[in-house]
Every structure is written in structure tokens, then in C-alpha cells.
């Protein structure tokens, strides 16, 4: 395992803990070249308040099982606030490793694909097996953490 990827996941279990979800925290971590392009946690919008806020889990509240109606949410994904932050700053991701807690799910996986990220490292599954499709035929290279050593 390169020390480096060690580096920059336990980044993203650390940034993991910023989150305002009570379900669960996820962290990702968007490098190019060994520089961080920009980072991510699951949580609420800006205007919009958290689970946390909230003092309760929309998705416990309607029994929602994990991997499924990702829509029925107050959170943002990690990889879709990274993502997000990115095109805010304008930054180009094109050819970077994503470094995240969680496998991406498939509304991650599209949004990924399109951000011309090119790797993506995991420590954890998800109970999506799409996603996992969708980026394999779209080339893109995913490795669960563990694997590495």
C-alpha cells in the first residue's frame, strides 16, 4: 500500500466526523498529483437543517433501508459535496482519486463519472451493486481500501 493512500483515507475518516447525520458519518477525500482538490461529508444543504438540527433520522423515522431511496434525505452525500464544492470553486476533477468511507452509490457513481474522476478508493461497502456496474463499464478503477494492503 503506498503511504500516501493511507494518508489521504484516514483524511477522509476524520472529515467523516463533521457530519450531521445520525444514520451514519461518511467522509471522501479528492486528490490529484498527492494535493487535495477539495473535500466532502454527508449532511444537509446550506439553509436546509440536519438531522442533528432536527433531533431525528428522516430515513429511521420512515423505516428506509440502506442503499435505497437515497431521495428521501436531508443529506448530501460526501462525494456529492465534494463534487459540489469543486464546481463551486471551479475546479477541474478530471483524473483524480477519490478517497471515501463508504463505496458510492449510484447517484455518486453517475455524478463521479461525469466528474471524469478516474479512481476511487473505499474503506466500506454499500449495499448498492449498480453503482458498482456503472463504473466498472465506465472504466473507472475502485478499490476497496483493504485490498491494498
Same mark, same amino acid.
Given at each position: ?27 471522501? !477525500?479528492? !486528490? ?13 444543504? !446550506?439553509? !436546509? ?101
Amino acid at each position: 500500500m503506498d503511504k500516501w493512500d493511507e494518508r489521504f483515507m484516514e483524511l477522509a475518516k476524520h472529515i467523516a466526523t463533521w457530519s450531521s447525520c445520525l444514520r451514519g458519518q461518511v467522509g471522501a !477525500v479528492i !486528490v490529484k498529483d498527492k494535493r487535495i482538490m477539495t473535500t466532502g461529508y454527508n449532511g444537509a444543504p !446550506v439553509g !436546509v437543517k440536519s438531522c442533528v438540527e432536527r433531533g431525528e433520522c428522516l430515513r429511521n423515522k420512515l423505516d428506509i433501508k440502506s442503499g435505497t431511496h437515497a431521495e428521501l434525505c436531508y443529506a448530501a452525500h460526501a462525494e456529492q459535496n465534494a463534487i459540489i464544492q469543486a464546481a463551486k470553486e471551479g475546479i477541474s476533477l478530471k483524473g483524480c482519486t477519490l478517497y471515501c468511507t463508504k463505496r458510492p452509490c449510484v447517484i455518486c457513481a453517475k455524478m463521479i463519472i461525469n466528474a471524469g474522476i478516474k479512481r476511487i478508493i473505499f474503506f466500506d461497502d454499500y449495499p448498492d451493486e449498480f453503482s458498482m456496474e456503472i463504473l466498472k463499464e465506465a472504466g473507472v478503477e475502485i478499490v476497496k481500501y483493504q485490498d491494498l494492503k
